[in-house]
């Protein structure tokens, strides 16, 4: 998330009650999960093994627990436990906000869209013209829809990351204080769910379509003009191109792109990038054409079986 | 959908801004697209290669984008974008009406019907007698439920059809205006959702049951004391005859029929017609006991592998 | 459940229209269906086949069709059809009572919890403190959550068991009486359903996460500090011990268990018990490396037939 004015680091030490080195005059533009982070970021380190990524990505400053090596033009915060204190900061940047009604004070709404009765529109949720909100959807704070959309009922868009960090005695979770931004002319259908942002934005390309009971894990990035049929789940931190088709039930693992104007058939399971239009299926997912020859093949096994027994 | 009262068809040509030849004495009782088309219906055609199709079809009216011959008793209506003229008729005829209240005054509802809080009835919706609608359940206009149903608490019931016309700039939705039907002693679980049809109506017969979280798409018809586990995912026009079961996260594909008390084991795959009173499974579904010999005949690889390698 | 206070098996008889037989002496503190039943409970069989198992279970007092010698310290209830006359008692004991607000005067709610508009808290459900509850949850009757909850939006507590039985005419709806029971530091996803138990309680564990989508069937008990990605789906009767962690779109089937610190791929499906601390993968699903080697060798099956043909 965007800092909205900057904060000097000193100000950001202070709160995380971190040792600050390095350069003291960065002005703090943001906070961000290191998978997403961008110049004037702060984002945490915990774990030696990970020390260079952080040191060497395009954040700012970088919360870390051990004494290391400031690189030039950054600030290091070194704290006990830096998960702890990024939480801490992403909580105080942006804390939840109980709401005291269905359509918040907060919230802007363009001409011509239309709310059904028992929407709840959060905090701080803008809302472009045109749309449609259909019964019971639930539109968390800081939640972005464009012109002309329409949203289907009891979906949500918007609810917390699953983003847990495993500790001895069970797990904590990180804070969410990123967003859902949603494009022009998408149709979203009935109980679906989009995750906000651990700390960067979920997105939804204009004119995509999503069927009923689609899934979409925080922080990932959906083209235009993509397709996905009913039940559809996808994880977290996944880039799908434009012009991608997913029929029902597919399901896509974490921190993976899938090329523009590709076409995954029902059921089928990505667990690696696929390259663009191209053809899929199967679960782990191939080549559609490939999978159909492998299942032919399969059916031929009882004959090649028979002919192992009876010749060799 | 049913027009009532029905139309001249002069009067559909003049709304339609189209080009009137054949019979213009008809009278136009319906509006469907072609899965669906019955006698007196306005359907629509914009490729060539379905004119014959269409001209065939049981439909009375058919918007067309070339000059063709019209057979006997039918009547044509020349547009240039046929696809958007019957989107327009469809949205002329039921155009969407937004809701003021939670309940609609248009809405019937049964004797001895119980409506937990927050459920939302839309216009001219009709409920049965003796049924239990929980908590935020959302049913859109002119849904039509039987008696002695209950319905599970934000199942959604009547959303739009995921039904899209590709066209060079984005999808192009087409306009629901078709209902659905559920019976009487049905069970609909939490957070299910089932779509209405796209012209025509989606069925669920008497008897049925849904487990939670089961998504039903557009102008599919089940039969009568049908059990479906949670997580089951219907595409649109598919029918299901009588007593079939079909179990956890089974996934069914669109045009196709399921015949009478087949039964179909979890997380199967449906792309083809099966026939009744067998057991299915696998992904793409198999009879079961095929799929089964053929997975304990793939636990042989590795044995099959070295025997080729030491005897061939 | 429980029964407070207890009633004399007299008096059961008599709700029942049972002829009583065995122990008339005994105080009946409960009613459960035969998968969970605990000493001082009712509970039935309509089947010699499992009469033997009913007679020697836990049960204090068996609803039964057929005269049958009672074990000592037991009475047994004969009735023409059992199945009736037990549906009759969980719903005389635990009825279904309409409400009339979103929030029953009968719930209890702790300290700092915070409830978005639109929760709706059945009667007699408890909520510890430091919980927060998004718009529109449904807690069904009789729930109680623990301390320092996250229940997102939309998501259903305590719907009915999906159980019934079936008839010549159709499906019988078995009646649920059982509840739903929450740990403390529990994080629920959106539009996850939870059903209550049918007649014992459906359990999820301190520490445990559920993403969005996640179904749960009713008795099924889950340990602490479980973790399960979106759209897994859990049938009944099921136990999942500490530390499991289900990715995403997994299914399991109803009767089984898995072991402590088990981990299962996404898409798998689960139909028999699993031990714990191993990795799983496939649907059926097989021990994880076992299953990679097994679609390695599938990719050599070109190959291999090839092969047989040129020098076989």
Request: aromatic share 6%; proline share 4%; glycine share 10%.
């Amino acid at each position: 998330m965007k800092l909205n004015p900057p904060l000097p680091v000193s100000r950001v030490a202070r709160l995380a009650g971190a040792k600050l080195s390095g350069d003291k005059t960065i002005s703090v533009t943001g906070i961000n999960e290191i998978h997403k982070v961008e110049k004037g970021d702060i984002t945490f380190v915990d774990h030696p093994k990970y020390y260079e990524r952080a040191l060497k990505s395009a954040a700012s400053v970088i919360l870390i627990n051990n004494e290391a090596e400031c690189p030039e033009g950054k600030a290091l915060l070194l704290v006990k436990d830096p998960f702890r204190e990024y939480n801490r900061l992403a909580r105080y940047f942006r804390p939840f906000m109980p709401a005291d009604k269905h359509i918040s004070a907060s919230a802007s709404i363009g001409e011509g869209t239309m709310l059904q009765p028992g929407v709840f529109i959060g905090n701080h949720v803008k809302i472009g013209s045109g749309c449609v909100i259909h019964s019971h959807a639930v539109l968390y704070d800081y939640t972005e829809i464009g012109d002309n959309v329409t949203i289907h009922a009891n979906t949500v868009i918007g609810s917390d990351a699953f983003y847990f960090k495993r500790r001895e005695r069970g797990y904590e979770k990180m804070h969410s204080c990123g967003r859902v931004i949603i494009g022009d002319n998408v149709e979203i259908g009935s109980c679906c769910t989009i995750d906000r942002g651990v700390s960067s934005d979920t997105i939804v390309g204009s004119g995509t379509k999503l069927d009923n009971q689609v899934h979409i894990g925080h922080d990932t990035v959906i083209g235009k003009n993509c397709l996905f049929a009913a039940q559809v789940g996808i994880a977290g931190v996944v880039t799908i191109e434009d012009d991608v088709i997913l029929w029902g039930q597919v399901g896509v693992q974490k921190d993976l792109t899938i090329g523009k104007g590709a076409v995954v058939l029902g059921q089928s399971g990505i667990a690696k990038s696929l390259k663009g239009d191209t053809t899929y299926f199967g679960s782990p997912v191939r080549e559609a054409r490939e999978k159909m020859k492998e299942l032919a093949l399969i059916k031929q096994l009882p004959q090649l079986m028979q002919k192992l027994e009876t010749e060799v």
